[in-house]
């Protein structure tokens, strides 16, 4: 998708438990070298989180939030150089917004206790 300089593949490999809940994966983006598709440099390893977070143990894996929160952060410091631009600055928004709609989903979920659960809430918007 896009523009670049660079030839990337992305390549995802999701779980499910034997019920059909998302459970962990493992995303992969590689970095294409000579003529092969399949011949690359491993740019990215995303180990996603592994069903419910245990109250006990904690967070296992990574949340879609932890992945936009890093390319934020990553666009914010092309702002901070001589890169800063507009588009920039509007993916920056944009990630920041698809955040705050994740932190609704989350708030939503809390408040109809079924945070950390396999149950499904209410959706805000249709």
């Given at each position: 998708?896009?523009?670049?300089?660079?030839?990337?593949?992305?390549?995802?490999?999701?779980?499910?438990d034997?019920?059909?809940?998302?459970?962990?994966?493992?995303?992969?983006?590689?970095?294409?070298?000579?003529?092969?598709?399949?011949?690359?440099?491993?740019?990215?390893?995303?180990?996603?989180?592994?069903?419910?977070?245990?109250?006990?143990?904690?967070?296992?894996?990574?949340?879609?939030?932890?992945?936009?929160?890093?390319a934020?952060?990553?666009?914010?410091?092309?702002?901070?150089?001589?890169?800063?631009?507009?588009?920039?600055?509007?993916?920056?928004?944009?990630?920041?917004?698809?955040?705050?709609?994740?932190?609704?989903?989350?708030?939503?979920?809390?408040?109809?206790?079924?945070?950390?659960?396999?149950?499904?809430?209410?959706?805000?918007?249709?």
């Amino acid at each position: 998708m896009g523009i670049r300089n660079s030839e990337s593949l992305v390549k995802s490999d999701f779980s499910v438990d034997s019920d059909g809940h998302p459970t962990g994966g493992e995303t992969r983006a590689y970095v294409l070298v000579g003529d092969s598709p399949d011949e690359g440099t491993l740019a990215l390893q995303i180990l996603w989180q592994d069903g419910v977070v245990d109250p006990e143990l904690g967070q296992n894996g990574a949340f879609v939030e932890d992945v936009l929160e890093a390319a934020r952060q990553r666009l914010q410091f092309f702002n901070s150089t001589e890169f800063r631009c507009r588009e920039n600055s509007i993916a920056i928004t944009k990630i920041e917004e698809a955040l705050q709609w994740l932190d609704w989903r989350t708030r939503a979920r809390l408040i109809e206790d079924v945070e950390n659960t396999y149950e499904t809430h209410t959706p805000a918007v249709d």
